[in-house]
């Protein structure tokens, strides 16, 4: 079965440096969601997008933005990294709430990214 | 405010033993509740989950417990397996027309000891 497809699956980058990170849904999913795990952290949830809207937004840094577009994939773009802009970034999507809700989300798996 | 709450960011249990991780959240519109296993490095994986119109939902080694008057709900895995060492986090759902939005407690990491 398809899965929740993220790339790259790594990136190094320079301080100041811009980053984009893509997230490609399972197919007729709606939503997508960008979670943010730094290190000996928990994930923090930054952002989702509904049907190409934003839906909700977490403790997503001013430097970083996202989109949803046409076809329901997604790209976070990060500018002026910093150090602490290190971590795993994980993306997820779900389904129509028609579909249901017994499967949550399902999440890729991972970029990580280190800025030096 | 967090929504959802684990208040054991721990466990460790004996192989074989049963391991019981907890979760309490706040909103009564939450009418969907799932549990999820985390290794390092890794995505969450989905591993069961429970509707509002149950108590009690069962898939193998792993039972969810919902007491809806109290708002908590318990991930019951016996028996407990080295393999199943990992973080848990559970996770709760209001229903949207405008998309699936959960909301995750902050995880409890689980040692189970050969």
């Known amino acids: 079965a398809a899965g929740v497809i993220q790339s790259p699956r790594h990136l190094i980058k320079e301080k100041r440096e811009t980053a984009t990170l893509k997230c490609y849904p399972i197919?007729?999913?709606?939503?997508v969601y960008w979670y943010q795990q730094g290190p000996g952290q928990d994930p923090q949830f930054l952002i989702s997008?509904?049907?190409?809207?934003?839906?909700d937004k977490g403790s997503i840094p001013d430097r970083f933005s996202a989109q949803q577009f046409s076809d329901y994939h997604s790209e976070l773009n990060m500018s002026s990294l910093e150090l602490g802009d290190s971590a795993l970034y994980f993306c997820?999507?779900?389904?129509?709430?028609?579909?249901?809700?017994?499967?949550?989300?399902?999440f890729g798996s991972g970029t990580r990214l280190t800025v030096v | 405010d967090q929504q959802v709450k684990q208040n054991s960011p721990s466990l460790s249990v004996q192989e074989g033993r049963i391991s019981i991780l907890n979760c309490d959240y706040t909103?009564?519109?939450?009418?969907?509740f799932l549990w999820y296993k985390k290794y390092p490095a890794e995505g969450p994986t989905f591993l069961i989950s429970?509707?509002?119109?149950?108590d009690k939902n069962e898939d193998g080694r792993f039972t969810v417990f919902l007491n809806k008057s109290a708002k908590h709900l318990s991930l019951h895995i016996v028996p407990s397996q080295p393999g199943d060492s990992a973080v848990y986090f559970c996770?709760?759902?209001?229903?949207?027309?405008?998309?699936?939005?959960?909301?995750f407690g902050t995880g409890t990491s689980l040692t189970v000891i050969p």
């Open positions: 997008f509904y049907e190409k809207m934003q839906s």
């Open positions: 429970i509707s509002s119109i149950k």
């Open positions: 909103n009564s519109m939450f009418d969907y």
């Open positions: 996770a709760a759902s209001a229903f949207s027309f405008t998309g699936n939005q959960f909301y």
């Open positions: 197919p007729r999913h709606d939503t």
């Open positions: 997820a999507s779900s389904p129509p709430a028609w579909e249901g809700r017994a499967y949550g989300y399902t």
